[in-house]
Nanobody
Framework: QVQLVESGGGLVQAGGSLRLSCAAS????????VGWFRQAPGKEREFVAA????????SYTDSVKGRSTISRDNAKNTVSLQMNSLKPEDTGVYYC??????????????????WGQGTQVTVSS
């Protein structure tokens, strides 16, 4: 079983940047597809970005395309989400999730088996 821990959240002004990290323990992350999801107050959890085991396939929700980059360093057992030009609507708790790889960057929360505890991102206007 893999354990996931997110970091890198915080308070940032609109237009700023944050780099979120998802660190894994218990298993090597190199055999897992990984996704980032977020949940704003009063809203359902939504997909943000995903990457397959090799990094060769990525997916993004439309609202972050062009502003965000998901990447992974399998040697360090981490997946990162670089977010630029942040907007107040990016505010929420960001979760990383993982599943034994099927080779694709899955976009549905129900496709993932393991979840971290989340890191808060707050973007002020």
């Amino acid at each position: 079983q893999v354990q996931l821990v997110e970091s890198g959240g915080g308070l940032v002004q609109a237009g700023g940047s944050l780099r979120l990290s998802c660190a894994a323990s218990g298993r090597t992350l190199s055999s897992y597809d990984v996704g980032w999801f977020r949940q704003a107050p009063g809203k359902e959890r939504e997909f943000v970005a995903a990457i397959n085991w090799s990094g060769g396939r990525t997916s993004y929700t439309d609202s972050v395309k062009g502003r965000s980059t998901i990447s992974r360093d399998n040697a360090k057992n981490t997946v990162s989400l670089q977010m630029n030009s942040l907007k107040p609507e990016d505010t929420g708790v960001y979760y990383c999730a993982a599943r034994p790889s099927l080779g694709v960057a899955a976009t549905r929360a129900r496709d993932y088996d393991y979840w971290g505890q989340g890191t808060q991102v707050t973007v002020s206007s």
